[in-house]
C-alpha cells in the first residue's frame, strides 16, 4: 500500500493567490483528516471527512479555507486567498474507520506564502 | 485552547540512557491517547497507544505511562538511541476526533 499520498510536497505563491492542496487517503479508509503544523500550535486538526462528509470544520481558521471530498480516493484543502500566515505544513491522515483510534498521515505539503 | 499539551519543547539524552517525554490533558473524556514520532519532511508515524482504562502499556524499547488522576501521560524509551531522534508528538482521541500536542524534539547523543 502507498499510503496517504499528498501532492504538491511544497508550494510557494505569492499572497493572494489561490492555493489547493490534494490528498489521496489509503484505499479502504472511511475517514479522512486535514491538520495544519506550525511552531507555535504544533499539529491542529483542520476538517475531518466520514464517507466523504464534512462531519467538522470548526478547526478552519477562517472563511478563505476550503476543503472538499468529492469521492472516496480525492480530497482538496483550498485557501484563497492565500496570506503570509498560511505559511506551514499541511497534512492529511486517514484511518480506517470513523472512530478509529490509529491515524495514517501522508509526508505533508510545505505552504510558504511570500 | 491546547487540550493537549507537552511543555518541553526538547530534550537531550545521553545514548543507552532513558528518554521520558511527558504530556498533560485537560480533558477527562478522552479514550485513547496516543504517541507520534516525526522525522523532518516526513508525516508523523504511530509509535504507541494506551487505552483510558489502562495505565501502562509497553512495546520494545517504548512504555507509555498514564496517570488519569493527574491527567498525565508520559513516553519512557529504554535504552535510548541515536535513531530515536526526532519530534514526539502527544495525541489525545474521543470518538471521531484526535488533539495533538505541540511536539517534543528528543535528541539522543551519541
Known amino acids: 500500500d502507498a499510503g496517504v499520498i499528498q501532492s504538491p510536497r511544497h508550494e510557494v505563491t505569492e499572497m493572494g493567490q489561490e492555493v489547493t492542496l490534494r490528498c489521496k487517503p489509503i484505499?479502504?479508509?472511511?475517514?479522512l483528516f486535514w491538520y495544519r503544523q506550525t511552531m507555535m500550535r504544533g499539529l491542529e486538526l483542520l476538517i475531518y471527512?466520514?464517507?466523504?462528509?464534512?462531519?467538522?470544520d470548526s478547526g478552519m481558521p477562517e472563511d478563505r479555507f476550503s476543503a472538499k471530498m468529492p469521492n472516496a480516493s480525492f480530497s482538496t484543502l483550498k485557501i484563497q486567498p492565500s496570506e503570509p500566515r498560511d505559511s506551514a505544513v499541511y497534512f492529511c491522515?486517514?484511518?480506517?474507520?470513523?472512530?478509529?483510534?490509529?491515524?495514517?498521515f501522508g509526508q505533508g505539503t510545505r505552504l510558504t506564502v511570500v | 485552547d491546547q487540550q493537549v499539551k507537552q511543555n518541553s519543547p526538547s530534550l537531550s539524552v545521553q545514548e543507552g540512557r532513558i528518554s521520558i517525554l511527558n504530556c498533560d490533558y485537560t480533558?477527562?473524556?478522552?479514550?485513547?491517547f496516543l504517541w507520534y514520532k516525526k522525522y523532518p519532511a516526513e508525516g508523523p508515524t504511530f509509535l504507541i497507544s494506551?487505552?483510558?482504562?489502562?495505565d501502562k502499556n509497553e512495546d520494545g524499547r517504548f512504555t507509555v505511562f498514564l496517570n488519569k488522576s493527574a491527567k498525565h501521560l508520559s513516553l519512557h524509551i529504554v535504552p535510548s538511541q541515536p535513531g530515536d531522534s526526532a519530534v514526539y508528538f502527544c495525541?489525545?482521541?474521543?470518538?471521531?476526533?484526535?488533539?495533538f500536542g505541540t511536539g517534543t524534539s528528543l535528541t539522543v547523543i551519541p
Open positions: 491522515a486517514s484511518s480506517p474507520q470513523f472512530g478509529d483510534t490509529e491515524a495514517f
Open positions: 484505499s479502504g479508509h472511511n475517514s
Open positions: 471527512f466520514n464517507n466523504n462528509v464534512p462531519i467538522d
Open positions: 480533558n477527562s473524556m478522552f479514550d485513547y
Open positions: 494506551i487505552s483510558s482504562i489502562k
Open positions: 495525541a489525545a482521541n474521543t470518538g471521531n476526533q484526535f488533539y
